[in-house]
C-alpha cells in the first residue's frame, strides 16, 4: 500500500492549490453579475419612496387623531444613491495556506471577494410655516374637522404676497401704475382669503388651499386603534406613541390620492420646474 502524502507534500499543495484556483474562477463569476446587483438594488430602493410617503401619511392621522391641532411631519426625499462596488483578487488576501513552511514565504495563498451596496435616500424635513398650515389643514378635512384659522404672521405674509403685475414693475393700487401700494390694502378684485395660498407670487407653482381640501377624501377610507386592532391584511400602518393607523385594499385609492395631494404642497416649490434637481444616483464598479 502507497502511503498518503502529507499535507505538506507537493500532492496535497498541488491539490490545495487548484481548488483555490477552482473557487477563484466561481467567486470571479459571482463577482461579474454587479449589474444584476445593481437591477436589483435600484428597483428595490425605488420601491421605498412611496412606502415612506404612505406610512408618514398615516403616521401623521394617528398623530393628529390624538391632537387635532398638532403640526403633521414630512420629509422631502431629494437626491438618492445606489451603488454596488465588486472586488475579486487572487493573493495574500486569499484563505488557502499552499506554500506554509517553505522558503517562499508566502502563507496564504487564494482567492478573495468583496462587494459593498450604498443605498440612501437624502432627506429634507419640511418645516416651512406655510406649508405645515396647508399639511395641517389637509390631514384635518382627512379627519372629518374643519381648518383651523391661519396665525396673523402667515396671514400677513399671504397679503404680501406680489402679484404677477407687481413682478413686471406695475402695481395695482386704486388704479395707480408704479406707486408704492400699501403693505395692508388687501381692498378690491385681487385680494386673497387669510386661509388660502395666493400662488400669483410663486409663478404657478403653489395650490391654494381651498382647491388642496378638494382633493382630500372623506373620512372612511382608513381606521385608527390600538395595536390589537390592526388586522392582518392592512396594507400600510402607521403610528404614533399607541395610537396606530392603517388602510386595507379597499382604502389604498384614496391613500394614494390623499398622499399625492400631501406631496403638492412639500414638492412644489416657488419658481421650480420639473421637479427640480433631486433623482436617484446610480453606479457599479468592479
Not at 15 to 32: C, F, I, N, P
Not at 74 to 98: I, K, S
Not at 179 to 197: E, I, L, N, R, Y
Not at 216 to 232: E, L, M, S, T
Amino acid at each position: 500500500m502507497i502511503p498518503p502524502d502529507p499535507p505538506g507534500g507537493p500532492t496535497g499543495v498541488f491539490m490545495r492549490t487548484l481548488g483555490a484556483l477552482v473557487v477563484a474562477v466561481g467567486l470571479v463569476g459571482t463577482v461579474g453579475c454587479t449589474h444584476h446587483s445593481l437591477s436589483r438594488n435600484t428597483v428595490q430602493t425605488t420601491s421605498t419612496v412611496m412606502d415612506i410617503q404612505y406610512r408618514s401619511v398615516l403616521a401623521n392621522l394617528a398623530l393628529l387623531s390624538c391632537h387635532p391641532e398638532a403640526l403633521p411631519n414630512h420629509v422631502h426625499l431629494a437626491d438618492g444613491v445606489v451603488q454596488v462596488n465588486d472586488r475579486a483578487g487572487f493573493g495574500q488576501a486569499g484563505g488557502f495556506t499552499t506554500f506554509a513552511g517553505t522558503d517562499f514565504g508566502i502563507d496564504q495563498f487564494g482567492p478573495s471577494g468583496q462587494r459593498q451596496v450604498t443605498e440612501q435616500w437624502g432627506t429634507d424635513a419640511t418645516t416651512d410655516p406655510e406649508r405645515l398650515y396647508d399639511l395641517q389643514s389637509l390631514y384635518r378635512a382627512a379627519l372629518g374637522t374643519a381648518p383651523l384659522p391661519p396665525p396673523n404672521s402667515i396671514a400677513h405674509l399671504r397679503r404680501q404676497k406680489p402679484s404677477a403685475d407687481d413682478k413686471s414693475g406695475v402695481r395695482s393700487s386704486g388704479g395707480a401704475s408704479g406707486g408704492a401700494s400699501d403693505p395692508a390694502s388687501t381692498g378690491g378684485g385681487g385680494s386673497t382669503p387669510s386661509g388660502s395660498s395666493n400662488s400669483g407670487g410663486d409663478d404657478g407653482r403653489r395650490v391654494p388651499l381651498e382647491v388642496l381640501i378638494t382633493d382630500v377624501p372623506p373620512p372612511g377610507w382608513y381606521h385608527i386603534g390600538c395595536k390589537k386592532d390592526v388586522p392582518k391584511d392592512a396594507c400600510y400602518v402607521g403610528r404614533w406613541g399607541d395610537r396606530y393607523a392603517w388602510v386595507t385594499a379597499g382604502g389604498m385609492p384614496q391613500l394614494a390620492r390623499f398622499t399625492a395631494t400631501a406631496l403638492l404642497v412639500i414638492k412644489l416649490k416657488p419658481g421650480e420646474r420639473g421637479g427640480g434637481k433631486s433623482g436617484l444616483a446610480v453606479t457599479g464598479g468592479q
